[in-house]
């Protein structure tokens, strides 16, 4: 039954490949996202029981980065199919340099993506860690291609880089998990149950060794700085659906093998050496993430470090433990969400001025009003204003820190956030009111629509979604937030 | 048996130096599969006759995918890309060696607390797998070809394995061979990528590839 969840996109996936026609193929792209999310929807009304020592079980903390990742994916899907109508066949101008290139065969393209749909999944319900790592490592593998999809040599050169920095960050993930057999003296399994139930008797020289392992690990493919390296790069030139599942579910699922760690090591009543290392990273992914908005011309590598920003508030959120251990699992589900909404954004933005530098973009709100006021509301929803959910789960994390008498944090917290509000706002509010500058005729198709409907919806719906969590937080949702944050290890 | 786990930990941190000095990469390949046989074999001199089929099987699977797949997978990709050789790397050869006795005095440092919270018989192989896993690094960031950092990766994750090569008798087979494959197909997106780059730039120095940066 649970297995379902990963069965459908995969074999779906597997299928694609072989597959001529294109109508079918994008059928069947919706199909698989269609077929997950009522697979994980039957799963999370009804769950069944983790059994101890099982393979995969899903819990809380796996089922809020499991939904999440349905969610976003039905929204790329829907705006895949449309995307593919448009891109198929077509010789693409290079927006910069002027020279034309191919895209990759479609068919890779949507196998690739189911299969990346299947890996993220596998990576949610593992309760093996070792089983976690090779899900993880998988999604590497599979996500490559995806970045490499527009065949000209910047997006090459992304691609090496997040295979290469990836990969040699996975190792290191994979050498904490041999680290935790040897905490175990061998006679522990890797498996989630077993560890929690032995933590108090794992050595715990060998089991810190092994949670800075899995930080620095995991870390690399979440984007934690300074291992963040590969994140702008991948996003930036990645087409801007891959963007949006990179930025809004991988992000979420290598912090998940983090978390795993995390709360081994607070059974094992190490939470204070996990905890403080979560922190220290936050806050120092903040801040370079901050450093790396000011100035920033490129606006989908501004929407890159914002998600590094990001993820180093849900590092210090979970670090920080109590209130803000919820607080940072609500911001991971609304994060996502208007990522995903900001990047379908930016893809349309760069589709129809055919630049990514955001002079070249000027007053979008005139010839892109939908597209325009949906990048408005993303940039107000990312920054933490209200009524967005990332103006609650914020304010959550806030609370926390001052809850738990952690000045020093919070006021680094705040300054982060407000040096990023501003610089975003320089980058973002020129793009949608400046001066009227019609789009370049070469690169705007005409025989399509400039804000087709396989755009708006999903869009759209990503950003309902955010507003309904900062209007009305159901206490049902909050009983589960809490449970997930229980699950990750809060103090 | 535990001084032919030393034997082979040796083996293991002599080809280490022979991939740090040479610059063919065929030579380099050569030596991937002596280093694929060491490790095939410390799992077994770990453990106590007669040996359990999960291990034997175990065995045969690294020395297959370690040993023919992946070299010839390297080898393919040589040819695909038109590479014979390591040319100027970014830390010469010389300074490389001598960078590796250093690497190699730190993972003994780093592996003597370690050493007295584990069983006996693991006394070289800690220093052993993190020398490989340092070496492998070492190689990753002062060599330009992008296939010579792929032969760094797996230096690297060779280093690893030796790590859970003591593990091998208790952890699950599944999880093992799980890791082989992902190695596995890793090299295999490698070395497609490393095709790409090749027909794409006419060249595969990574150091060229600078274009992304702020």
Not at chain 1, 59 to 73: C, N, P, Q
Not at chain 1, 227 to 253: Q, R, Y
Not at chain 1, 444 to 456: I, K, L, T
Not at chain 2, 134 to 142: A, H, P, R
């Amino acid at each position: 039954m649970l297995l379902s969840i990963v069965a459908i996109p995969a074999v779906l996936g597997a299928a694609a490949f072989f597959i001529s026609s294109r109508r079918l193929r994008r059928a069947m792209l919706l199909l698989g996202s269609g077929g997950h999310v009522a697979a994980v929807a039957v799963n999370a009304v009804r769950p069944a029981a983790v059994e101890p020592g099982a393979w995969v079980g899903l819990d809380a903390t796996g089922l809020l980065f499991l939904a999440v990742t349905s969610i976003l994916f039905a929204a790329v899907a829907v705006y895949t199919a449309g995307y593919l109508g448009r891109e198929s066949g077509r010789i693409v101008n290079d927006a910069e340099e002027g020279f034309a290139f191919y895209n990759w065969p479609e068919a890779k393209f949507i196998g690739c993506l189911l299969l990346f749909l299947a890996t993220m999944s596998l990576v949610c319900i593992s309760r093996d860690l070792g089983l976690l790592w090779v899900a993880v490592e998988a999604t590497t593998l599979v996500s490559a291609p995806l970045i490499g999809f527009h065949r000209h040599h910047r997006s090459l050169e992304a691609t090496w880089k997040y295979l290469m920095i990836c990969s040699v960050g996975i190792a290191m993930a994979l050498l904490g998990n041999f680290f935790l057999a040897y905490a175990g003296h061998g006679q522990v399994h890797l498996n989630l149950d077993d560890l929690l139930s032995k933590a108090a008797g794992l050595d715990p020289l060998w089991l810190k060794a092994a949670f800075l392992m899995l930080l620095v690990g995991y870390g690399t493919k979440m984007g934690l700085a300074p291992m963040h390296t590969w994140l702008p790069d991948a996003h930036s030139e990645a087409p801007s659906m891959v963007s949006t599942l990179l930025s809004g579910t991988l992000l979420n699922c290598a912090f998940l093998g983090i978390l795993r760690g995390n709360s081994v090591l607070n059974a094992a009543g190490l939470g204070t050496f996990s905890g403080e290392l979560l922190v220290f990273f936050g806050l120092l992914s903040m801040s370079i993430a901050a450093v790396f908005i000011v100035g920033q011309v490129d606006y989908k590598r501004m929407l890159a470090y914002s998600s590094i920003e990001h993820m180093g508030i849900l590092s210090l959120g979970v670090g920080l433990g109590g209130l803000s251990g919820v607080g940072a699992m609500l911001h991971a589900a609304c994060h996502s969400l208007t990522k995903g909404m900001l990047f379908l954004c930016a893809g349309q933005l760069l589709h129809v001025y055919g630049a990514k530098t955001a002079a070249d973009v000027r007053h979008a709100l005139h010839s892109l009003p939908i597209t325009a006021f949906l990048w408005m509301a993303g940039f107000l929803a990312i920054t933490g204003s209200p009524p967005f959910g990332l103006f609650i789960s914020e304010l959550t994390i806030l609370k926390g820190a001052l809850e738990s008498g952690r000045w020093a944090v919070a006021a680094g917290y705040l300054a982060a956030l407000g040096i990023i509000f501003i610089a975003m706002a320089r980058v973002v509010l020129p793009m949608v009111f400046g001066s009227t500058r019609e789009p370049a005729a070469t690169t705007g198709d005409a025989s399509y629509a400039r804000e087709p409907r396989w755009f708006v919806i999903p869009a759209a719906s990503l950003g309902i979604g955010v507003v309904f969590l900062g209007l009305y937080m159901p206490p049902a949702i909050w009983d589960f937030l809490s449970r997930a944050a229980q699950l990750a290890g809060g103090r | 048996m535990a001084i032919w786990t030393d034997v082979f930990v040796l083996g293991l941190v002599l080809t280490n130096f022979r991939l740090l000095s040479s610059s063919r990469l065929a030579a380099m390949i050569e030596t991937m599969v002596l280093q694929a046989i060491a490790l095939t074999v410390i799992p077994l001199t770990l453990a106590d006759h007669p040996w359990p089929l999960r291990l034997m099987t175990l065995s045969l699977v690294t020395l297959t995918v370690k040993g023919v797949l992946l070299p010839w997978l390297l080898r393919r990709s040589m040819r695909a890309a038109d590479v014979q050789r390591e040319i100027e790397p970014f830390i010469g050869y010389t300074v490389s060696i001598l960078t590796g006795i250093a690497l190699l005095g730190l993972a003994f440092l780093i592996a003597q607390p370690l050493k007295a919270a584990t069983g006996p018989g693991l006394a070289s192989l800690l220093p052993g797998a993190l020398f490989s896993i340092l070496t492998g690094l070492l190689i990753i960031v002062s060599r330009r070809k992008a296939l010579t950092q792929v032969v760094g990766y797996l230096v690297m994750e060779n280093g690893i394995y030796a790590f859970g090569a003591a593990l091998a008798v208790k952890e699950p087979l599944l999880v093992e061979m799980g890791v082989l494959l992902d190695v596995f197909v890793a090299v295999f997106v490698m070395g497609i990528t490393i095709y790409q780059i090749n027909r794409e730039f006419d060249h595969i120095d990574t150091d060229r590839l600078s274009e992304l940066k702020d």
